[in-house]
């Protein structure tokens, strides 16, 4: 795939240096990109396996980040399937606060990539410009935990890109009821396994930094990692 150049929304600040520099598309457009609505662990799967097929240089510059907590609900903004003015998702049926738009996930994945300075977030769900520039993403989908409850504060599993091809597996059971009927129908490609495993998915949901592959960060820590103040 040839060197081109990908928008990524506006920029955080008149003072930071970004706007001349361009940025390599490493994946197809949105429109392009393999998708199943409520699959997000298996759609970044293919982000991640696309990169590795087309632009394996690039693959070290970028990460897959599970969003959850320990009560599984994750209030989310700027989500296409969100029904109150500001797209706002909780994948919980709990009142958090007012406009909460139920879903029965309860959790997120994101495709990252930080070739320089800068960090661009990939997300198949999301309202924003595809992709959208790091502090923005945070600005308007995770916005503060200051204004949930404790135990609705966000974490984050990062997990590097090509660590995420060699280990992730799932079989779907957790998209079964308990008659083995699917609650949202599947992608049409095959479950993704591993030599090791044939599903591992919980290894990944949880934030548990003692468990699974990559490293866990809060909310504050996890803007501090990709954010350069420019």
Known sequence: MAAQTQTAGTPDSPSKHIVSKTVKTI???LEDCPYTQYYCEENVWRLCEYVQCN?????GKCYVAFISNESRCVPLWRQRIGKSEDKLVSWDYSNIFTCV?????DYHVIFMYEPDDRCLVYDLDSDLPFPTYF???VTETLRTDHILRPEHHRHFRVIPASVY???FASDRRHMKDEDGTWKHPPPSNPPISTSEAVHN???FISMDPKRGFGTVYNLEDFVRRFYKNL
């Open 27 to 29: 994946v197809p457009t």
């Open 55 to 59: 632009e394996a240089q690039d693959l």
């Open 101 to 105: 738009a139920p879903s029965e996930k």
């Open 135 to 137: 502090h923005k993403y």
């Open 165 to 167: 091809l060699q280990k």
């Open 201 to 203: 998915l919980d290894d």
